[in-house]
């Protein structure tokens, strides 16, 4: 319970801070226990412009299989293209008041790796 209470006062934090435009919208990152989501944000219109987990039905069985660091790069590698056949070149990273290691950061170097800037 503690964790989920310093989390939520990270979460605020990081919100305050960073916001979504249509340049340069959000990209935020979500992991549970098994899987880890990823979606990028409009925060003006508070629309949802693109989205890939480790649930979506092309990678489940792809990253299912894998240790939860190399899924993480796998949806990283995903978002970005996805986010460049939309024409998004450049996101903000809000990374959910996780700190930014692990999985978290896999998904960060794999998405930079891919070309998306951030």
């Known amino acids: 319970m503690a964790t989920d209470i310093a989390r939520g006062h990270r979460k605020s934090r ?9 340049e ?4 935020s990152v979500f992991r549970s226990a098994k899987h880890i989501y990823a979606q990028v944000i409009d ?22 299989e894998k240790a939860k660091t190399d899924a993480a790069k796998i949806i990283g590698t995903e978002i970005a293209k996805a986010c460049k056949s ?4 450049k996101v903000v990273f809000d990374r959910n008041g996780f700190l930014y290691h692990g999985r978290i950061k896999a998904l960060a170097e794999a998405a930079r790796e891919a070309g998306l800037d951030f």
């Open 43 to 64: 925060d003006t219109k508070g629309s949802t412009l693109v989205t890939v987990s480790t649930l979506t039905k092309t990678l489940r069985a792809d990253a299912g």
């Open 86 to 89: 939309k024409g998004i070149e």
């Open 24 to 27: 340069r919208p959000r990209l």
């Open 14 to 22: 990081i919100r305050k801070k960073v916001e979504g435009t249509p």
